[in-house]
């Protein structure tokens, strides 16, 4: 199955994602058309693949998404070399409301927000049982995946204990069809897109098979979810599924750490990972990360000193780098053009659990000592006699760089990016202008035009 070829449809975006003139259009490119498509269950599934797709395609998952993350909360971490103007305007912190990177991430995620709900409207036409809760479960994961990145990047950080009315995302729960009324919508609150996006998740994982080949199963959307409230800051529930996945998933850290990465299979810390083969997937990781014989532009982001001296000297982490024709530091996270983007690795979940613990004072599963120095074993670093809190933060960074964390890190523990504190509005994307020009409800976000 790891050679299917994704089946990538050309599911329009709603109204508020491209100009007022388009129409839905939810033909496959190998040319099923809609009727079809939304009135058999084979039509069905070939929806869900392409919401895969589109989910694993550079402008979200492909790699945009972690590579935001990244220039967004630079604190001295990486150099950015690279000639692409909206992605340096992204690392300067000076983004636009037509930047196009922010306006196609937008635009994916909502795409593929339109084909879950598609699939969502017609489950009717399965028969199967068992194909029908596997399917209502895979689409409700996709569309909490892609809420939840929405929700981070372009509204304020979640704050526990207070009230969340500030401006995240629309939410839009039904498909549209119909375009010769009024088809603006207005943004939801913060609040109201994190209680969606857990309905979504908690709906999932009641649906959805403990195994489903690399497909998302309910250990993915566990995983994901436990991720949702630490980014919340709910520790109790973040380290309760957490700890679930780590004792029942049946997935288990590689026993070296290299292995982990540039992978064409599936591995065994693997709790959900984007597909990339000759033949399908992106991978704008190795685009901006990987020198040119990896299949990279040359090392457009490279390591800085400050970055490799988080680490101590046996650590193979640290020495998990080569250098470019420039003598560039590069990470050897990203090598492998064709290999797969692992988006959620069970050493998260550790790291999760020790974090939540430590914050709670409680030792479920095992102690936060013993959850960091498992993540520390692995790498051959010294294992720690006692711990802080810092020192959990610290280790997330040592083991979690360049997968898409560090600006959520920041915003969530109240940290500062250069002079620019967590709140900052220059932190948030803007609206992008296009969605602003063709729906009068949504309001921009503070500091853009």
């Given amino acids: 199955m790891k050679n299917l070829k994704y089946l990538i449809l050309t599911i329009s975006s709603l109204f508020l994602l491209t100009s007022c003139d388009r129409e839905l259009d939810i033909n496959p490119e190998q040319g099923i058309d809609t009727e079809t498509a939304i009135s058999t269950p084979e039509g069905i599934q070939q929806i869900l693949i392409g919401a895969y797709a589109n989910t ?20 001295s971490y990486l150099y950015w070399w690279g000639t692409y103007a909206e992605l340096g305007n992204i690392h300067e912190k000076n983004i636009i409301s037509d930047n ?43 569309r909490a995946l892609n809420y939840f ?19 995240g995302v629309p939410i839009v729960l039904k498909t549209v069809t119909d375009f010769n009324g009024d088809l603006s919508v207005a943004r939801n609150t913060v609040e109201e897109v994190y209680t969606q996006v857990i309905k979504d998740l908690n709906e999932s994982i009641a649906n959805l098979p403990a195994e489903n080949s690399f497909y998302a199963d309910a250990y993915s959307a566990k995983a994901l979810l436990s991720r949702v409230y630490l980014q919340k800051q709910d520790y109790t529930n973040a380290r309760n599924i957490a700890n679930d996945v780590i004792e029942n998933s049946g997935k288990s850290l590689m026993t070296n ?29 190795i685009t901006f990360y990987a020198d040119e014989p990896q299949g990279g532009r040359g090392g457009d982001i490279s390591l800085t000193e400050d970055y490799l001296n988080l680490f101590e000297a046996d650590d193979v982490r640290g020495s998990f ?43 479920l599963g095992a102690t936060p000592l013993d959850d960091v120095n498992t993540i520390r074993r692995r790498a051959h670093a010294s294992e720690l006699l006692s711990v802080t809190l810092d020192d959990i933060l610290t280790e997330r960074r040592r083991e979690l760089a360049f997968e898409g964390f560090l600006i959520h890190d920041v915003k969530r523990t ?20 296009r969605e602003i020009q063709v729906n009068k409800k949504l309001v921009q976000n503070p500091g853009y035009n």
Avoid: C
Avoid at 56 to 75: E, M, N, P, S, V
Avoid at 154 to 159: D, L, S, V, W
Avoid at 267 to 283: K, P, R, W, Y
Avoid at 414 to 433: A, Q
């Fill in 56 to 75: 694993g395609d550079g402008d979200l998952f492909g790699g945009d998404l972690q590579i935001y993350a990244d220039l967004l909360a630079d604190d």
């Fill in 100 to 142: 196009v990177y922010v306006r196609d991430t937008w635009g994916r995620a909502y795409k593929v927000i339109n084909a879950t709900n598609v699939i969502l409207e017609n489950l009717s036409v399965v028969k199967d049982a068992d194909d029908k809760k596997r399917i209502e479960g895979e689409a409700k994961f996709l």
């Fill in 149 to 167: 990145e929405l929700v981070r990047f372009f509204g304020k950080q979640y704050e526990a204990g207070k009230n969340n009315t500030q401006l």
């Fill in 257 to 285: 750490y290299k292995d982990a990465f540039n992978t064409s299979e599936n591995i065994s810390e693997d709790l959900f990972a984007m597909q990339v083969t000759s033949q399908s997937g992106e991978n704008d990781l």
């Fill in 321 to 363: 780098y080569y250098y470019n024709y420039y003598d560039d530091v590069l990470t050897s996270k990203y090598t492998n053009q064709y290999g797969n983007i692992h988006v959620i690795r069970l050493a998260e979940m550790y790291l999760i659990r020790a974090e939540s613990n430590f914050r709670l004072n409680t030792s």
């Fill in 414 to 433: 109240k940290g500062n990016v250069g002079s620019l504190s967590w709140n900052s509005d220059e932190l948030v994307f803007p609206i992008p202008l």
